[in-house]
């Protein structure tokens, strides 16, 4: 197994994952085009869990998701990289299936587990073939005609970049929490896996907000 792979002070990647490298068709559109087509893929999905039956719906969004594991597959990324995703929004999925199961049946919760899979799968396809420098120039020139309303779009970059980078830390944070816990024989225990990666947390923005305050940046 490879150094970091399992759990441990290594971490699990990141959510979303970092750009691969290659040349296929995917890799070559422009990233606001795919912002773009990644926010008229979350809207498609809102419209069809919000306005059309639960089994046509249900069918449509497993439809998409074939379509962006297509997708992937014609981009060459790394093999399991959307299963990936499925195992560590794993939770996330199982608690969403269950609550829908049990208030509205099973067609409701295919779709709305669906609907989450395909946006995360689509997001995962522009982080894996776009670099974060793409995607925010991107980000601030769509942003630039919020000035008229006093959003700096510069700012707004940042605040993005923060936020991505912020992703990977978090999750080595939990990673050593859970490693700490099971030392401690607290493995089972959530209360020793969650208030010290909140705690750290918490420190680590403090830490960072100070660090943006000493440079100027309020």
């Known amino acids: ?36 087509a990644l926010a008229a893929l979350g809207t498609l999905v809102g419209v069809l869990r919000l306005g059309v039956a639960d089994a ?39 608690a969403l299936a269950v609550v829908q199961v049990w208030t509205a049946g099973p067609v409701r919760a295919l779709g709305s587990v669906t609907g989450l ?26 942003a630039r005609p919020l000035r008229r309303v006093g959003i700096d779009p510069d700012r707004l970059a940042l605040g993005l970049t923060l936020t991505l980078t912020s992703i990977p830390v978090v999750g080595r944070l939990l990673a050593e929490s859970r490693e700490a816990a099971a030392a401690r024989g607290l493995g089972g225990d959530p209360r020793a896996l969650l208030v010290p990666t909140v705690v750290r947390t918490v420190a680590h923005a403090e830490a960072l907000g100070e660090a943006l305050a000493a440079r100027g940046l309020d």
């Not at 093999?79 to 199982?94: M, P, S, Y």
């Not at 899979?117 to 420098?133: E, N, Q, R």
């Open 56 to 94: 046509p719906a249900a069918l449509a969004l497993l439809a998409l998701a074939a379509l962006v594991a297509l997708l992937a597959r014609l981009a060459r990324l790394s093999r399991g990289l959307l299963a990936a995703q499925v195992r560590r929004a794993g939770w996330l999925l199982l």
């Open 1 to 36: 197994m490879r150094p970091g792979a399992r759990r441990g002070l290594g971490g699990p990647p990141p959510l979303l994952g970092i750009a691969e490298p290659g040349t296929s068709w995917l890799h070559r559109t422009r990233a606001g085009t795919k912002l773009a």
């Open 117 to 142: 899979l395909v946006c995360l799968w689509a997001a995962t396809l522009v982080s894996a073939t776009t670099p974060v420098p793409a995607v925010l120039a991107a980000v601030v020139v769509a």
